[in-house]
């Protein structure tokens, strides 16, 4: 189940926060939220259990995927499709023009998961990600795209 978590979500953004404290050791959930009010972030659930997660920015007519993580012990059994599918599913139905994102150039398995999904590498931000290059990617969504 895919679950947004909300502002004031106290279990939420716990169980949230718990499970990924590498990605949430240097701001919290309801940090990022106060930072940005574009920002959404989805929980993939399972068991009670958070799984993975994804954050978007909602600009407008355009969505930046700024972080996506699956739990180490989860990866390889398409959690993190799950998470794509239902951010584009959301995308396609805000009618957004495009999906845009940057991933380290030496990050294999998130450059097969984008390319998977339609992506496409629009750009190269030199020494994006301390000393290695980012590429940039984008989704270009049509209005008559039919969900996967």
Known sequence: MIHEVRLGEKCQIEELEKSFPQIFVDFSVNDRFAVNEFTKIFTLIE???????????????????TQICVL??????????????????????????NITLEVSKENQAAL????????????????????????LMERKLMKDETNR
Do not use: T
Not at 88 to 96: E, G, P, R, S, T
């Open 72 to 97: 180490e012990q989860y990866r390889k059994q398409g959690k993190a499709s799950q998470l794509m599918e239902y951010i584009i599913a959301l995308a396609l139905d805000k009618n957004l023009q």
């Open 47 to 65: 068991n009670g259990k958070c799984l993975g997660f994804i954050i978007v920015d909602i600009l407008y007519e355009r969505m930046e995927i």
């Open 112 to 135: 097969s998961l984008y390319q998977k999904y339609g992506f496409q590498k629009v750009a190269i931000r030199k020494n994006y990600y301390h000393g290695i290059d980012g590429i």
